[in-house]
């Protein structure tokens, strides 16, 4: 998926068918971040949290509510785009479309060539559409896929921002997806310049062609991204994928993206890369696992159950798994569904799929004793085959006790503020500044930031209303760069630096402030798809009101979202081992806080000893690879 615009990549092949996370290591020990309080009258302390030795996501972004704050003028009634109905074949429109490679908005003119009792059909003036297919096509929609989608996801918005109940399918030239869903359509113009104000898909014509399975395949996939988006409106995007391609499926289309997974298993499931290429293997990811969740947790009709949790992402599974009163966690039914993607035996009641032909490539065969260093992604895994000579094998393991939230460490001293990650979240850093005394002043800080190019930005911002308004405060490094109207003023988003990220030295002129007390904020806010590594701050001081934090003293500020750490977490594992005489077995081997573990493999027959060894690294937040090493050696 594509940020914002949850797309579907031109790489689709489609044919018919009928946790709690440590914010620090030090010495081994985890450490964990203080609740975040604030010694300023300004803000009372919030109120106890259910623990404070456990991560927390960041809050989910509420559009109408940055518009009112951030916004001149910003009330924004929630349905504010122009009431529709009644529309005639023949009528013509003018539509906004964003080009995904070249992030540019453009509009097309496109005449409403069929209308069903659910969607209107329109087709971009001067492009050649068969209307025989166009009808096929969407007779399709409205007699299979809406009722299915209906029947097992939920329902889109209805009547929606438009008043409309139909849903609008656009077919256009639009570069570089089949096709996308955009909430930004959801939303007034007055939120975003660029919302058409309506429930609406778009299918790309350079891509699938009506009357095709592929574009019925698109359409029902992306139709799912506006169930979703009614019933969960900040879901990451590789559970919102994943549903969707399992939707495309329960409508009757089969995918081929699980094959490009089990091509390539060692790729982080809650992830998403940034771009419009190479995430096939992603929606692979999210499709399978989204599969075998359903299959062995409550079956497809658990999905609107599923979809509907407050959480996100690992957390919103486990929400739903803790509702039905299933012992599982996401941990768990990770670990079981590696197993299946490799045995996918019917025989065996966890480790397998109903009605779908999988196998997960053997990264790597070893055949004799022997070591090897590799790398693994969190919640990747790579599958070693080991066929190893006749007798005994002992075989150990070791990998990195710690994985970095980035390739960053603190500007000074030992900790830094960090604004957390996440799809569809707003979180932010606030204090009070009495700049009474003064009459120039000067906000310098040093920041660090990977942040997905004008799709999601970070603000330095400053009130005097306590709070109600803020104004957007340009700084040496901030970017004025705008082009899908996402950003509310002048942010950061790409990354500090040239190629790579660096710290960089930040100052913000705070004089027109001076003789006030006002209130400073740091606010990051992003979009429903893909999310970088995000921000990092330290240093931050106001020389001329001797002010100077460092994040490693007491505590001033309020912090929604923004966490104090050094930037390291407990690196974890889900280390199994399947072995075949006399029948299949599957052992969990666990690893010690020092990154370590053994198991002795036993054969006393003449015959090599062959196992399969799983390796997947298992700590949520990060992106960053675990490095390890694997020993193995005859048993004397």
């Given at each position: 998926m594509r940020t914002k615009l949850l797309v579907l990549l031109l790489i689709l092949s489609v044919s018919l068918s009928v946790g709690a996370l440590p914010l620090s290591v030090t010495a081994g020990v985890a450490q964990y971040p203080e609740f975040l309080t604030c010694e300023d009258e300004q803000f009372p302390s919030p109120p106890p949290q259910p623990s404070p030795d456990v991560y927390r996501p960041a809050p989910a972004r509420d559009l109408y509510e940055l518009a009112r704050r951030l916004k001149p003028g910003g009330y924004v009634p929630a349905s504010a785009g122009p009431q529709r109905s009644n529309a005639r074949a023949g009528e013509q429109q003018v539509f906004w479309i964003v080009d995904i490679e070249a992030l540019v908005p453009f509009t097309v003119t496109a005449t409403l060539r069929y209308v069903t009792p659910h969607a209107h059909f329109y087709v971009q003036d001067g492009l050649d559409v068969s209307q025989s297919d166009l009808q096929r096509s969407a007779d399709e929609f409205d007699q299979q896929i809406y009722p299915l989608e209906h029947r097992y996801l939920g329902t889109e918005w209805l009547p929606g921002i438009d008043g409309d109940e139909h849903l609008t399918v656009l077919n256009a030239g639009i570069p570089g997806v089949a096709g996308y869903f955009s909430m930004i359509d959801e939303y007034p113009r007055d939120i975003n310049p660029y919302s058409n104000e309506r429930e609406i898909i778009y299918m790309n014509l350079s891509s699938t062609r009506p009357g095709t399975s592929a574009y019925n395949a698109v359409l029902a996939h992306e139709f799912a991204h506006a169930i979703h988006w009614n019933l969960h409106r900040n879901e990451e995007s590789w559970v919102s994928e994943g549903l969707a391609e399992l939707a495309a499926t329960i409508a009757g289309y089969k995918s081929n993206f699980a094959a490009t997974y089990a091509a390539n298993p060692d790729t982080q499931l809650n992830a998403w890369s940034m771009g419009t290429s190479g995430n096939g293997v992603h929606y692979g990811a999210g499709y399978l696992f989204m599969m075998y969740l359903t299959q062995q947790y409550g079956g497809y009709e658990?999905?609107?159950?599923?979809?509907?949790?407050?959480?996100?992402?690992?957390?919103?599974?486990?929400?739903?798994?803790?509702?039905?009163?299933?012992?599982?966690?996401?941990?768990?039914?990770?670990?079981?569904?590696?197993?299946?993607?490799?045995?996918?035996?019917?025989?065996?009641?966890?480790?397998?799929?109903?009605?779908?032909?999988?196998?997960?490539?053997?990264?790597?065969?070893?055949?004799?004793?022997?070591?090897?260093?590799?790398?693994?992604?969190?919640?990747?895994?790579?599958?070693?085959?080991?066929?190893?000579?006749?007798?005994?094998?002992?075989?150990?393991?070791?990998?990195?006790?710690?994985?970095?939230?980035?390739?960053?460490?603190?500007?000074?001293?030992?900790?830094?503020?960090?604004?957390?990650?996440?799809?569809?979240?707003?979180?932010?850093?606030?204090?009070?500044?009495?700049?009474?005394?003064?009459?120039?002043?000067?906000?310098?800080?040093?920041?660090?930031?990977?942040?997905?190019?004008?799709?999601?930005?970070?603000?330095?911002?400053?009130?005097?209303?306590?709070?109600?308004?803020?104004?957007?405060?340009?700084?040496?490094?901030?970017?004025?760069?705008?082009?899908?109207?996402?950003?509310?003023?002048?942010?950061?988003?790409?990354?500090?630096?040239?190629?790579?990220?660096?710290?960089?030295?930040?100052?913000?002129?705070?004089?027109?402030?001076?003789?006030?007390?006002?209130?400073?904020?740091?606010?990051?806010?992003?979009?429903?798809?893909?999310?970088?590594?995000?921000?990092?701050?330290?240093?931050?001081?106001?020389?001329?009101?001797?002010?100077?934090?460092?994040?490693?003293?007491?505590?001033?500020?309020?912090?929604?979202?923004?966490?104090?750490?050094d930037g390291v977490l407990p690196q974890k594992y889900i280390l199994q081992l399947l072995t075949f005489d006399p029948q299949t077995a599957v052992t969990q081997v666990p690893v010690d806080a020092d990154g370590q573990a053994s198991l002795t493999l036993e054969n006393v027959s003449d015959m090599p000893t062959r196992a399969i060894l799983i390796i997947a690294g298992a700590t949520p937040v990060t992106t960053e690879v675990a490095h390890y090493q694997v020993d193995v050696e005859p048993v004397e």
């Amino acid at each position: 998926m594509r940020t914002k615009l949850l797309v579907l990549l031109l790489i689709l092949s489609v044919s018919l068918s009928v946790g709690a996370l440590p914010l620090s290591v030090t010495a081994g020990v985890a450490q964990y971040p203080e609740f975040l309080t604030c010694e300023d009258e300004q803000f009372p302390s919030p109120p106890p949290q259910p623990s404070p030795d456990v991560y927390r996501p960041a809050p989910a972004r509420d559009l109408y509510e940055l518009a009112r704050r951030l916004k001149p003028g910003g009330y924004v009634p929630a349905s504010a785009g122009p009431q529709r109905s009644n529309a005639r074949a023949g009528e013509q429109q003018v539509f906004w479309i964003v080009d995904i490679e070249a992030l540019v908005p453009f509009t097309v003119t496109a005449t409403l060539r069929y209308v069903t009792p659910h969607a209107h059909f329109y087709v971009q003036d001067g492009l050649d559409v068969s209307q025989s297919d166009l009808q096929r096509s969407a007779d399709e929609f409205d007699q299979q896929i809406y009722p299915l989608e209906h029947r097992y996801l939920g329902t889109e918005w209805l009547p929606g921002i438009d008043g409309d109940e139909h849903l609008t399918v656009l077919n256009a030239g639009i570069p570089g997806v089949a096709g996308y869903f955009s909430m930004i359509d959801e939303y007034p113009r007055d939120i975003n310049p660029y919302s058409n104000e309506r429930e609406i898909i778009y299918m790309n014509l350079s891509s699938t062609r009506p009357g095709t399975s592929a574009y019925n395949a698109v359409l029902a996939h992306e139709f799912a991204h506006a169930i979703h988006w009614n019933l969960h409106r900040n879901e990451e995007s590789w559970v919102s994928e994943g549903l969707a391609e399992l939707a495309a499926t329960i409508a009757g289309y089969k995918s081929n993206f699980a094959a490009t997974y089990a091509a390539n298993p060692d790729t982080q499931l809650n992830a998403w890369s940034m771009g419009t290429s190479g995430n096939g293997v992603h929606y692979g990811a999210g499709y399978l696992f989204m599969m075998y969740l359903t299959q062995q947790y409550g079956g497809y009709e658990a999905l609107p159950d599923i979809i509907s949790q407050a959480s996100d992402g690992m957390d919103g599974i486990d929400a739903y798994l803790t509702k039905h009163d299933y012992a599982a966690r996401f941990d768990d039914v990770f670990r079981d569904w590696l197993v299946a993607n490799y045995l996918n035996d019917p025989a065996q009641e966890h480790y397998h799929y109903q009605d779908l032909d999988i196998k997960a490539k053997v990264e790597r065969k070893i055949e004799d004793y022997g070591d090897w260093s590799e790398t693994v992604h969190q919640y990747g895994a790579d599958y070693v085959e080991l066929n190893l000579p006749p007798g005994g094998a002992r075989i150990s393991f070791v990998g990195d006790t710690s994985a970095p939230l980035a390739q960053v460490q603190p500007y000074s001293g030992s900790r830094m503020w960090w604004s957390n990650r996440g799809d569809g979240i707003d979180a932010t850093l606030t204090r009070e500044l009495d700049l009474s005394g003064v009459d120039q002043a000067t906000l310098q800080y040093a920041v660090w930031y990977d942040i997905e190019r004008n799709w999601d930005y970070a603000y330095v911002e400053a009130s005097t209303d306590g709070g109600a308004t803020w104004s957007i405060l340009s700084g040496t490094h901030s970017s004025p760069e705008n082009p899908l109207g996402l950003s509310f003023g002048p942010g950061y988003t790409s990354t500090s630096g040239e190629s790579q990220p660096e710290w960089q030295q930040e100052e913000v002129d705070l004089t027109p402030y001076a003789g006030q007390r006002i209130l400073l904020r740091f606010e990051y806010v992003t979009d429903e798809g893909t999310n970088g590594p995000s921000l990092f701050l330290d240093d931050i001081a106001v020389p001329e009101i001797d002010f100077f934090d460092d994040a490693e003293g007491a505590l001033t500020w309020q912090a929604d979202g923004f966490l104090r750490t050094d930037g390291v977490l407990p690196q974890k594992y889900i280390l199994q081992l399947l072995t075949f005489d006399p029948q299949t077995a599957v052992t969990q081997v666990p690893v010690d806080a020092d990154g370590q573990a053994s198991l002795t493999l036993e054969n006393v027959s003449d015959m090599p000893t062959r196992a399969i060894l799983i390796i997947a690294g298992a700590t949520p937040v990060t992106t960053e690879v675990a490095h390890y090493q694997v020993d193995v050696e005859p048993v004397e």
